[in-house]
């Protein structure tokens, strides 16, 4: 079952949006999420993760701006994002993975993603 993504919209630079990741129990329960985003002509790359414990790692370009939760008991995960700039305009993608990485090869149940456009 893939992982749903949500909440994405179009901002102007400096605003802010929440997305979300949600599954099923048995989708979501006991695995590391991460967030990674894919803007046109690029490749995909690793935006933030958290562990089932709740252990957090963001991409350098995000640190700071963008903070990244869970809600076990809602089987969600959410990416909280301030101070948007243009180049965080793309497709954000969710996936889970039994691996602590941030290479996007170690997760798998990708969804559609949710779009995030960011405008000056």
């Known amino acids: 079952v893939q992982l749903q993504a949500s909440g994405g919209g179009l901002v102007q630079a400096g605003g802010s949006l929440r997305l979300s990741c949600a599954a099923s129990e048995r989708t979501f329960n006991g695995y590391n999420i991460g967030w990674f985003r894919q803007a046109p002509g690029k490749e995909r790359e690793f935006v933030a993760a958290?562990?089932?414990?709740?252990?957090?790692n963001t991409a350098d370009s995000v640190t700071g701006r963008f903070t990244i939760s869970r809600d076990n008991t809602k089987n969600t995960v959410y990416l909280q994002m301030n101070s948007l700039k243009l180049e965080d305009t793309g497709i954000y993608y969710c996936a889970r993975s039994n691996i602590w990485s941030i290479q996007s090869t170690r997760y798998d149940n990708w969804g559609q993603g949710t779009q995030v456009t960011v405008s000056s």
């Open positions: 958290i562990r089932r414990t709740g252990f957090t």
